[in-house]
């Protein structure tokens, strides 16, 4: 999309739709709904008085109401956008509503949308300290890119319905408010880039995206963003000795693929700098292995490489964005087979560490192959480690599918994810992988094994393995299983991969940046 930022009137907007957001500011539980619009401009007021009054739209999330040739507007149509209730306004209430905005647009067989910034003075003063331009500015934009993908390029008679230029419109103000806005304006291009080419990756099927493909991509991301990629397969994980990833891998014709992305910040990082280490489990397909899956649902496990894409992306926009700190992005891609020469049930093989893990269940393996990521990249100099994976369908039963797991063994480094997440607006929430849970995955021939005695704490038992992998290194475990790939459409979100964890990664790595 050609994404431009305007100030100016919006009423004076030549568009074919101006899309506008509106709330409900009525009190107490079971008054009647009030929409009032995020809007200051009084021909758009009055616009849109008559069907704010006539009780039809009541500025639910999500929810729209088209008007054509709006009184006094150069718009052709004004789209009035519900966000629900003012008090819990919040900037991922924008980001809905932009998206809702676009993607509105489309069954209208519209390619040009323009979305009047929100004027939270509309509602009351709170709201100016609580929602900050810049964030608003960028929500608006990660919304309405985001928002602006449709997942269709897999079908031979596509409809094409890409909205092709988008421009926000925010009013003449002070030069302050105006370079906050295109501040996040711009902040909120690159992150929304990055999540898009993320959510791109993991809508590959497996037979497309095997992990040396991943790894072409990977590499062709970090030649055009300026990173320092190397892809390494087989021999390497020989010689570094990766036991533990190389079981995964073995039991398909197809190689693995362990990628390594570099940025450096100009000039060098300075000596007492973190350097941090992104993790991906990057399975191309996970058919459980020996261990295998029940084929119901199986299909779904092309997406076992989200942690992996989510690590790409955010290499993509860390790139962009230059933060004064080294990160490394480090994927382990293998995809998962039943094979001849597959891994089984019962053997004992020994990962990089020299630790040794017993296998249980060969569909247990993300946590294998990030048992030996998470070792590299501290062979490489990183002192703080995130990793992200849909490794667990127990995340799933305990979270859902609205927020992700979140595990760490460092309450600082884990204060500093979470202080990341009103900007990133997703979430996460902390479960436990303290040490009275090891017992859980004790072997009685290995130093560990790869399942939970139980199927009980399944996310925990799983988060306690890599826990021994991360050390004394400060960690923070991402389980995305429940929030990778959304099966509902919604007004703001096609059906498909979410690139969920790349918004929340940006701002770690920028938490880190003096
Ligand atoms: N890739 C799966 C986890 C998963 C489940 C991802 C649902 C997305 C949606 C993982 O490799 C797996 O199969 N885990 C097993 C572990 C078990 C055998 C200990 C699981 O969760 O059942
Ligand atoms: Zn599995
Ligand atoms: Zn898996």
Same mark, same amino acid.
């Given at each position: 999309?050609?994404?431009?930022?305007?100030?100016?009137?919006?009423?004076?907007?030549?568009?074919?739709?101006?899309?506008?957001?509106?709330?409900?500011?009525?009190?107490?539980?079971?008054?009647?709904?009030?929409?009032?619009?995020?809007?200051?401009?009084?021909?758009?007021?009055?616009?849109?008085?008559?069907?704010?009054?006539?009780?039809?739209?009541?500025?639910?999330?999500?929810?729209?109401?088209?008007?054509?040739?709006?009184?006094?507007?150069?718009?052709?149509?004004?789209?009035?956008?519900?966000?629900?209730?003012?008090?819990?306004?919040?900037?991922?209430?924008?980001?809905?509503?932009?998206?809702?905005?676009?993607?509105?647009?489309?069954?209208?067989?519209?390619?040009?949308?323009?979305?009047?910034?929100?004027?939270?003075?509309?509602?009351?003063?709170?709201?100016?300290?609580?929602?900050?331009?810049?964030?608003? !500015?960028?929500?608006?934009?990660?919304?309405?890119?985001?928002?602006?993908?449709?997942?269709?390029?897999?079908?031979?008679?596509?409809?094409?319905? !890409?909205?092709?230029?988008?421009?926000?419109?925010?009013?003449?103000?002070?030069?302050?408010?105006?370079?906050?806005?295109?501040?996040?304006?711009?902040?909120?291009?690159?992150?929304?880039?990055?999540?898009?080419?993320?959510?791109?990756?993991?809508?590959?099927?497996?037979?497309?995206?095997?992990?040396?493909?991943?790894?072409?991509?990977?590499?062709?991301?970090?030649?055009?963003?300026?990173?320092?990629?190397?892809?390494?397969?087989?021999?390497?994980?020989?010689?570094?000795?990766?036991?533990?990833?190389?079981?995964?891998?073995?039991?398909?014709?197809?190689?693995?693929?362990?990628?390594?992305?570099?940025?450096?910040?100009?000039?060098?990082?300075?000596?007492?700098?973190?350097?941090?280490?992104?993790?991906?489990? /990057?399975?191309?397909?996970?058919? /459980?292995?020996?261990?295998?899956?029940?084929?119901?649902?199986?299909?779904?496990?092309?997406?076992?490489?989200?942690?992996?894409?989510?690590?790409?992306?955010?290499?993509?926009?860390?790139?962009?964005?230059?933060?004064?700190?080294?990160?490394?992005?480090?994927?382990?891609?293998? $995809?998962?087979?039943?094979?001849?020469?597959?891994?089984?049930?019962?053997?004992?093989?020994?990962?990089?560490?020299?630790?040794?893990?017993?296998?249980?269940?060969?569909?247990?393996?993300?946590?294998?192959?990030?048992?030996?990521?998470?070792?590299?990249?501290?062979?490489?100099?990183?002192?703080?480690?995130?990793?992200?994976?849909?490794?667990?369908?127990?995340?799933?039963?305990?979270?859902?599918?609205?927020?992700?797991?979140?595990? !760490?063994?460092?309450?600082?480094?884990?204060?500093?994810? $979470?202080?990341?997440?009103?900007?990133?607006?997703?979430?996460?929430?902390?479960?436990?992988?303290?040490?009275?849970?090891?017992?859980?995955?004790? !072997?009685?021939?290995?130093?560990?094994?790869?399942? /939970?005695?139980?199927?009980?704490?399944?996310?925990?038992?799983?988060?306690?393995?890599?826990?021994?992998?991360?050390?004394?290194?400060?960690?923070?475990?991402?389980?995305?299983?429940?929030?990778?790939?959304?099966?509902?459409?919604?007004?703001?979100?096609?059906?498909?991969?979410?690139?969920?964890?790349?918004?929340?990664?940006?701002?770690?790595?920028?938490?880190?940046?003096?």
């Amino acid at each position: 999309m050609d994404t431009k930022l305007l100030f100016q009137d919006a009423a004076g907007f030549a568009t074919p739709m101006l899309a506008v957001f509106a709330v409900d500011v009525a009190a107490g539980k079971d008054a009647d709904p009030l929409p009032v619009l995020l809007n200051t401009s009084d021909t758009v007021t009055k616009a849109a008085a008559k069907v704010l009054g006539s009780g039809e739209f009541k500025a639910g999330l999500g929810e729209t109401i088209l008007l054509h040739s709006p009184a006094g507007l150069k718009a052709e149509r004004l789209l009035v956008v519900g966000l629900g209730k003012a008090k819990t306004l919040s900037a991922d209430e924008i980001r809905k509503g932009a998206g809702t905005a676009v993607r509105a647009a489309k069954p209208l067989g519209l390619r040009e949308v323009a979305i009047a910034f929100p004027e939270d003075r509309a509602i009351s003063d709170e709201h100016v300290d609580a929602l900050p331009c810049l964030l608003l !500015s960028r929500a608006l934009v990660e919304g309405a890119e985001i928002g602006e993908v449709d997942y269709d390029t897999y079908r031979s008679e596509r409809k094409d319905r !890409s909205v092709r230029s988008l421009t926000v419109i925010a009013k003449e103000s002070e030069k302050r408010e105006r370079e906050e806005i295109q501040e996040g304006f711009n902040l909120g291009l690159i992150v929304a880039g990055a999540q898009n080419f993320t959510r791109s990756l993991v809508n590959e099927p497996g037979n497309v995206l095997t992990p040396t493909v991943l790894g072409a991509r990977a590499a062709a991301m970090c030649k055009e963003a300026g990173l320092t990629c190397e892809v390494y397969s087989t021999e390497k994980l020989h010689e570094l000795k990766m036991g533990a990833f190389w079981a995964v891998a073995k039991g398909s014709t197809e190689p693995p693929a362990l990628i390594v992305m570099t940025y450096e910040p100009e000039g060098g990082p300075a000596k007492d700098l973190p350097v941090l280490g992104l993790v991906g489990k /990057g399975i191309t397909f996970d058919t /459980g292995g020996i261990s295998i899956k029940p084929a119901d649902g199986m299909e779904k496990m092309k997406y076992d490489m989200a942690g992996a894409a989510a690590m790409i992306g955010s290499m993509k926009a860390i790139a962009q964005l230059k933060p004064k700190v080294k990160v490394i992005g480090i994927v382990c891609s293998a $995809e998962n087979m039943p094979d001849g020469n597959a891994f089984k049930p019962g053997d004992v093989v020994t990962t990089m560490s020299g630790k040794t893990i017993e296998i249980v269940n060969t569909d247990a393996e993300g946590r294998l192959v990030l048992a030996d990521g998470l070792h590299y990249a501290k062979t490489l100099g990183c002192t703080h480690l995130i990793n992200a994976a849909t490794l667990t369908g127990a995340c799933v039963v305990a979270l859902g599918m609205l927020n992700a797991g979140l595990f !760490s063994n460092d309450d600082a480094t884990c204060a500093k994810f $979470e202080a990341g997440l009103k900007a990133s607006g997703e979430k996460f929430w902390r479960l436990p992988c303290t040490d009275d849970y090891k017992d859980q995955i004790k !072997s009685q021939i290995a130093d560990m094994m790869n399942t /939970g005695k139980t199927r009980y704490g399944g996310a925990t038992n799983a988060a306690m393995l890599l826990k021994e992998f991360a050390g004394d290194t400060p960690w923070v475990h991402l389980d995305i299983a429940g929030c990778a790939w959304n099966e509902e459409t919604k007004p703001w979100l096609p059906y498909g991969p979410t690139g969920i964890a790349v918004r929340s990664i940006i701002e770690w790595v920028r938490g880190y940046s003096a």
